[in-house]
């Protein structure tokens, strides 16, 4: 910034501070933000424009996430389980945003449970979603 | 705290003259998302195939369109917001004007798209 006088003192930045779960999950919730948006929003509207096309295109898109007996291939399993974690994870962190935007669970270990807990909601979610999939 | 006057201040207006509502549009789509999401993720626990004709015979019933299409313009609104915030957070010369403009682009080209083949289907012949 062109502002800042260089004699001021700065800041520390972010390498000097202990790595806690509140952190994780606010640099995840960017991460995950921007890959819904993008992988995400991309695979949302090929399903949607591939089905509108007909039985051909349709064919053509779950063919590269499919064997042909109709079970996931290798880019079907990393495509999908990483979305849904994605989406889980940034489903519970922006849960957990509305939450501490009314002023609530900053006391430092509700703050911390609270940061776990986004994280344990995402990996079980995920699994419990594929594998109740996997199981029909 | 920014400049301006204390009244305007008071009634949201920063230097930025937009108050809050960035802000708290994000959290408002922010709510739509979460329920149409939730709802996406349970239709898919619902079908029990997903070859072309029933998820063609599905996305054509209205109860299936109209959640589709508003779950289309909430999360895309919501990440159009999301991603300005991280944009003007890395951003800081003319490329920030350039990311932003593509930005836009990107979503409402999108957005056309699936808005489209949404109604393509829903009003299309059934098989
Ligand atoms: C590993 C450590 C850190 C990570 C991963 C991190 C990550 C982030 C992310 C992703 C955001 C934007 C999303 C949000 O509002 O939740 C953010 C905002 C911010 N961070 Fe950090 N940050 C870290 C450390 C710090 C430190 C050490 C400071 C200050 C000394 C700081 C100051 C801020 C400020 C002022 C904002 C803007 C908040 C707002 O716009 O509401 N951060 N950080
Ligand atoms: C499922 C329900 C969802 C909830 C409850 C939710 C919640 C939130 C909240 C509260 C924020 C603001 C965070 C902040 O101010 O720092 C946010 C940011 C964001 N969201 Fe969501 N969201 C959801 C779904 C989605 C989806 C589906 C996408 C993309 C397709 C998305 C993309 C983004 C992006 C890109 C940001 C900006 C991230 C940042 O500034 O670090 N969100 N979300």
Redesign the pocket.
């Given at each position: 910034m062109a502002s800042r006088t260089p004699a001021r003192p700065i800041s520390p930045h972010i390498q000097v501070y202990k790595w806690g779960p509140h952190m994780l999950v606010?640099i995840l919730?960017?991460?995950?933000?921007?890959?819904?948006?993008t992988v995400?929003?991309v695979l949302l509207v090929w399903f949607l424009a591939a089905l509108a096309g007909g039985e051909g295109s349709y064919a053509t898109f779950r063919d590269v996430f499919t064997h042909d007996d109709g079970r996931l291939n290798v880019i079907g399993y990393v495509v999908g389980i990483g979305i849904t974690l994605a989406?889980f994870q940034?489903?519970?962190?922006?849960?957990r945003?509305?939450v501490l935007?009314t002023g609530a669970g900053f006391e430092l270990k509700r703050n911390k449970t609270g940061a776990l807990a986004t994280l344990l909601f995402s990996v079980v979610a995920t699994a419990a979603f594929w594998l109740y999939l996997g199981m029909k | 705290m920014g400049t301006g006057t204390s009244l305007g201040r008071v009634r949201g207006l920063g230097s930025a003259k937009e108050g809050t509502h960035h802000?708290w549009r994000?959290?408002i789509?922010?709510?739509s998302?979460?329920f149409?999401?939730?709802w996406l993720v349970a239709s898919i626990l619902n079908r029990s195939s997903f070859d072309y004709v029933s998820l063609h015979g599905w996305l054509q019933s209205a109860w299936v369109a109209i959640p589709m299409a508003l779950l289309v313009l909430s999360?895309?609104y919501?990440?159009r917001?999301?991603?300005q915030?991280?944009i003007e957070?890395y951003q800081h010369d003319e490329t920030r004007i350039v990311a932003l403009v593509l930005l836009n682009f990107f979503t409402v080209g999108l957005g056309a798209v699936a808005i489209f083949a949404i109604l393509k289907i829903a009003f299309g012949a059934s098989h």
């Open positions: 606010s919730h960017r991460a995950t933000g921007g890959v819904l948006s995400g929003s989406l940034h489903m519970a962190s922006g849960v945003h509305l935007d | 802000w994000q959290r789509t922010a709510g998302s979460l149409l999401m939730l999360v895309f919501h990440f917001l999301g991603l915030v991280v957070d």
